[in-house]
């Protein structure tokens, strides 16, 4: 009889034990990882996830990065690739012939002309003569900054003559892209990244990854918020480092996206100024309104669109761009660190 | 219940209580300090407590390098071979999720078990 009660008692305390222990680790949740990598976009790629175990999240990283490298490879204007046509094929067959691209190219550029009607011509991915006139002074200045120079001026007048968006010629149908002007050439810099983002956000849930931060190069991309629920908290930089804090302010985010333009981080110096690689379409130089100007959006290629945009116009013109469009709001930081909101921007917290 | 069953319930419940709290203890005591971890190209090279003034020179075979300065329990990059010097700009990082960043060299130098900061990622023009 004894040897039964104790068997019984030994029996209840094991279930006891067995019940703390699994609240113990059900306690823990599961655990948050991150990844990191290169080689998309000219910039580093940064995911935090929730997972299994960290061999399941390296996995799912390991396809978000073949699935960036993807768009990375079709939005490529310096490099061709075996077997695909890329913008790189497009800018080559320009004034020659049209080119049978994928359909995520066609998708874009259909994107991208539709925003270039929003935006008055701000965002114009048929300026790559301009852009690529730049990219060469920036590159040369950052090498040799002793003797950085800055494009000339009738240069730059002169390649803004081919520039025209209408010379995009894009068949839907036939799902060919053709630039009728032989010296034009396309730059999706300002919107490819944003679009890539979008579609690896919803790459990411097809993959099992429902509760996701990805940033991609500081253009940042909630999937769900965090695994408790709560949203994640997304600082917005200090453009200006050397005075105040890291971040000027936060952001809770659950969903969409947060995109940043601005002057700091990529910029060369020609004698003591400072000459940022976003360029205005209207002036043909680098502009001149704000520090940075951060969109959020539920769509990423919405939010990297208009963040370039923005940053290419005054406030008062944003503004109202801004006001006429749902589910987008934007902050601009203003030279002196000046901040100024969309009317639904919501901030977490002052930093 | 006879004496004896108590006796057993209650060393169990003792165990078990002794059991947690050395767990707990256990990850209080291995609580690690904040430290710069320097990863290139993804892969981790090195850890440096940030409690611990230090410099580390990292280089790689093709030249290039980055020069990493611990102090007063920050780190920031003093020098770098890239030609952009975003790195070296950047101003020195402490907190949790913090990171100094060199993209020409692939190298990202990040804090872990630092001062929770709240934010999980920055948005920035990168």
Redesign the interface.
């Given at each position: 009889m004894?040897r039964i009660?104790?068997a019984k008692?030994?029996a209840?305390?094991a279930l006891?034990?067995a019940g703390?222990a699994f609240i113990?680790c059900k306690s823990r949740g599961p655990v948050r990882y991150e990844?990191?990598?290169?080689d998309c976009f000219?910039?580093?790629t940064?995911v935090?996830g929730y997972a299994e175990s960290q061999e399941d999240f390296s996995r799912k990283v390991g396809l978000l990065k073949e699935k960036l490298t993807w768009y990375h490879r079709l939005f490529d204007i310096y490099h061709s690739y075996d077997g695909i046509h890329n913008l790189k094929t497009v800018n080559d067959a320009a004034g020659k012939e049209a080119v049978e691209v994928d359909a995520q190219i066609m998708d874009l550029l259909l994107f991208a002309k539709e925003m270039y009607g929003k935006t008055e011509g701000k965002l114009n991915v048929a300026y790559g003569s301009v852009l690529s006139l730049w990219h060469q002074y920036r590159e040369e200045g950052?090498?040799d900054p002793a003797h950085a120079k800055l494009p000339p001026k009738a240069e730059l007048e002169a390649r803004a003559a081919h520039t025209r968006i209408e010379d995009v010629v894009l068949n839907e149908k036939a799902s060919t892209v053709y630039l009728a002007d032989a010296q034009m050439s396309l730059d999706v810099g300002s919107v490819g990244k944003g679009y890539a983002v979008q579609k690896l956000a919803e790459y990411a849930r097809e993959i099992g990854l429902e509760h996701a931060?990805v940033?991609v190069?500081?253009?940042?991309c909630a999937i769900g918020g965090?695994a408790d629920g709560t949203p994640?908290?997304?600082?917005?930089?200090n453009?200006r480092?050397?005075s105040g804090g890291?971040?000027i302010t936060?952001v809770d985010l659950a969903s969409g996206s947060?995109?940043?333009?601005?002057?700091?981080?990529?910029y060369y110096e020609v004698g003591d100024a400072r000459y940022c690689h976003i360029i205005d379409p209207g002036t043909h130089m680098p502009p001149d309104y704000f520090a940075?100007v951060?969109v959020q959006a539920e769509d990423s290629g919405i939010a990297d669109a208009l963040s370039t945009s923005l940053f290419n116009m005054g406030f008062e013109e944003g503004l109202s761009l801004v006001e006429g469009m749902e589910h987008v709001e934007a902050m601009w930081i203003g030279k002196e660190g000046e901040t100024r909101y969309s009317s639904g921007f919501k901030v977490n917290e002052e930093k | 219940m006879k004496k004896n069953d108590v006796i057993l319930a209650a060393a169990l419940i003792g165990i078990a209580l002794a059991a947690f709290g050395g767990a707990a203890l256990y990850s209080q005591l291995t609580t690690k300090e904040p430290e710069a971890v320097v990863r290139l190209d993804g892969e981790e090279k090195g850890r440096y407590p940030l409690s611990e003034d230090t410099t580390v020179e990292i280089r790689q075979e093709d030249g290039s390098y980055n020069i990493l300065r611990v102090e007063s329990g920050k780190a920031r990059i003093l020098k770098a071979s890239c030609p952009d010097k975003v790195c070296v700009s950047h101003r020195p990082i402490s907190r949790q999720g913090e990171s100094l960043i060199c993209l020409p060299n692939r190298l990202a130098v990040e804090i872990e078990n630092g001062a929770e900061s709240g934010i999980d990622a920055s948005v920035l023009s990168r």
């Open positions: 004894k009660r104790y008692v030994l209840a305390a006891v034990l703390l113990l990844g990191q990598f290169y000219d910039t580093v940064t935090t950052q090498k931060l940033s190069g500081g253009n940042v965090k994640w908290k997304v600082g917005v930089e453009p480092p050397d890291t971040y936060a947060i995109v940043t333009s601005g002057d700091y981080q990529r940075s951060s | -």
